[in-house]
């Protein structure tokens, strides 16, 4: 993450963290992330560890990239859903 975008990154990870609930940890909200951005494309595996932690990302990755839940999952297998889709 580029400096100046430390600080809405963190803001926007707060706002997923506190819309979720007590449950997701901030620390486990920002590792995942973290993760799925320095790899610059999101893995199966890293959008059901979203998935499992309470965060609808299916859901609002079909909202940015206008496409339904199914045609998502396949563009995630693909290896087709980069970094621009999750911020």
Same mark, same amino acid.
């Given at each position: 993450?580029?400096?100046?975008?430390?600080?809405?990154?963190?803001?926007?990870?707060g706002?997923?963290?506190a +819309?979720? !609930?007590?449950?997701?940890?901030?620390?486990?909200?920002?590792?995942?992330?973290? #993760?799925a951005?320095?790899?610059q494309? *999101?893995?199966?595996?890293?959008?059901?560890?979203?998935? +499992?932690? !309470?965060?609808?990302?299916?859901?609002?990755?079909?909202k940015?990239?206008?496409k #339904?839940?199914?045609?998502?999952?396949? *563009?995630?297998?693909?290896?087709?859903v980069?970094?621009?889709?999750?911020?």
């Open positions: 993450v580029a400096a100046d975008q430390i600080v809405p990154t963190r803001r926007m990870l706002d997923v963290s +819309g979720i !609930g007590p449950d997701l940890d901030m620390r486990r909200i920002s590792y995942l992330y973290g #993760t951005f320095a790899q494309r *999101l893995f199966t595996v890293d959008v059901n560890q979203f998935a +499992g932690a !309470g965060v609808p990302i299916y859901d609002e990755l079909a940015v990239t206008k #339904t839940v199914p045609e998502v999952r396949a *563009l995630v297998e693909e290896g087709r980069g970094r621009d889709e999750m911020t």
